[in-house]
């Protein structure tokens, strides 16, 4: 951390008719248990998709920069082109993607947990005004454990004051947590997508944002060479469902792994970190972060359409708090007159399927209202 040079965050730092019968029977009744969910929370998370590894990069903080610049994405849909490895590049700068020895007793070692809390905590030195900014306490010591001076912190390296109103819950845990890698990379994905539009991928606009994160030239330079060193290791699913034609590739593929795995249905239970409820397997295939968001929460990264603007991805979805509320995920229509459609979903006693769907759902239809996930266009 260049702490004489930090300004940005650190300044504001998816037959027989009685026969017949019986099988719609337990249709409906599979679909019945389907749509119980409900909104539990926890952090557990675990590998689940992007480069398998990246060299000089521990495996927590490379899933919290992948969820982190999917989530970010999703919490700033006019920002276009955040991908982790800008989010990478800011991590290795600031803080050696969590393995920095600043602050670090003599036999100490510091290690990030799945939830991707790092302990002990990081906390830079003081900025007190000798050679450095001089910023006054802001939170009382609450983040480190000043209640005279601000220090910048965690592995994004944020002030006090700037996580104050910027701190984003970047793992569903409903905590932000400056020393959570997950909350730390999604919060600095929103911070430098800002509120406006625009697009991270052009150079000239990415340089101007590092350096409202950090006013620096050199700064940016370094940060920027870390990115470039990063890029040829590919996006992760999550930044290539920012992709509106191989993004809903991507989606209905990530829907068909947990179908030919045969996931089953449970809200207590988890795969590559999901729930593996309707919810945790819409999460799941829109590259959201662990464990998965709730059918009530769902809107907050997807939006309204109309049937006739449903594509492969979109999903079918009933906002209702508790049991009441489900979700699957639409693939094709399945006949002419739009009445069926073929979903990915996970539902009951059926588990993990893909399986025809009367349109909007098999009962208590209307309730459910088509969205799109933000990253998917209008």
Known sequence: MNTSAKVGIAAAVLVPIGVLALVLLLMVSSAAEGAAEHAKDTTQTTAGGGPASVPGIPAVMLQAYERGAARASGLRPTCRGLRWQILAGLGAIESD???????????????????????????????????????????????????????????????????????QDGNGDGVADPNNAFDAATTAGTYLC?????????????????????????????????IDQY?????????????????????????????????????????????????????????????????????????????????????LLNTQPGSAGHVTIFDRWANADHTSYW??????????????????????GQNYQPYRFNQLGT
Request: hydrophobic share 30%; glycine share 14%.
């Open 231 to 315: 890029d040829p290791y590919g996006d992760s699913p999550q930044a290539a469902a920012a992709g509106a034609t191989g993004g809903r590739a991507q989606i209905l593929k990530r829907a068909a792994t947990w179908v030919s795995a045969r996931i089953p249905y449970s809200q207590g239970a988890y795969h590559d970190g999901y729930r593996t409820d309707c919810s945790g397997f819409v999460s799941m295939a829109w590259g959201l972060g662990t464990p998965g968001l709730t059918t009530v929460s769902l809107p907050q990264q997807s939006h309204r359409i109309s049937a006739g603007q449903l594509q492969p991805g979109d999903v």
């Open 97 to 167: 993607h969590g393995l920095t020895q600043l602050g670090l007793k003599s036999g100490q070692h510091r290690t990030t947990a799945p939830n991707g809390q790092i302990n002990p905590p990081i906390i830079g030195p003081v900025l007190d005004g000798h050679g450095v900014q001089l910023v006054r306490d802001t939170d009382h010591g609450r983040y480190d454990g000043d209640t005279r001076y601000d220090h910048a912190v965690g592995p994004m390296q944020f002030l006090p004051g700037t996580w104050a109103t910027e701190g």
């Open 343 to 364: 979903a990915y979903e996970e539902a009951g006693s059926l588990g993990a399927v893909h399986r025809t769907i009367r349109y909007p759902y098999d009962f208590g």
């Open 194 to 226: 800002g509120t406006s539009a625009l697009d991270l991928s052009d150079q000239t606009v990415l340089d101007r944002r590092i350096m409202i994160y950090n006013h620096s030239a050199a700064y940016v330079r370094d940060v920027t060479a870390k």
